[in-house]
């Protein structure tokens, strides 16, 4: 059984940073594609940046391109986002995810439905 514990989320004013993390445990868990996602009061869950088990490869939303940075430490069987220039908009749970399929992870926007495994999530704010 895979695990998946998102920290790192909290109050920060706009223009701020934060790192989030995502501890995976489980079987094989260095194989996993990771995901992050996330969902605002209303609005449906929606991907934010993926990572290959190699990190060979990662995408991103348009909305957080230049801005965040996703990256793994298979050693420590962490995934990291790190969110600079935050904005208002970046509000909402954050929430990573895994999957054993690579192709989730491609040129196209990341797909929740492409990911079967999902942490409880962690709350991100951004306000002055």
């Known amino acids: 059984q895979l695990q998946l514990v998102e920290s790192g989320g909290g109050l920060v004013q706009p223009g701020g940073s934060l790192r989030l993390s995502c501890a995976v445990s489980?079987?094989?868990?260095?194989?996993?594609?990771i995901g992050w996602f996330r969902q605002a009061p209303g609005k449906e869950r929606e991907g934010v940046s993926c990572i290959t088990s190699n990190s060979g490869g990662t995408n991103y939303a348009n909305s957080v391109k230049g801005r965040f940075t996703i990256s793994r430490d298979n050693a420590k069987n962490t995934v990291y986002l790190q969110m600079n220039s935050l904005k208002p908009e970046d509000t909402a749970v954050y929430y990573c995810a895994a999957t054993l399929h690579a192709l989730a992870c491609g040129w196209g926007p990341i797909s929740k439905t492409d990911f079967g495994s999902w942490g409880q999530g962690t709350q991100v704010t951004v306000s002055s």
């Open positions: 489980g079987f094989t868990s260095d194989y996993h594609t």
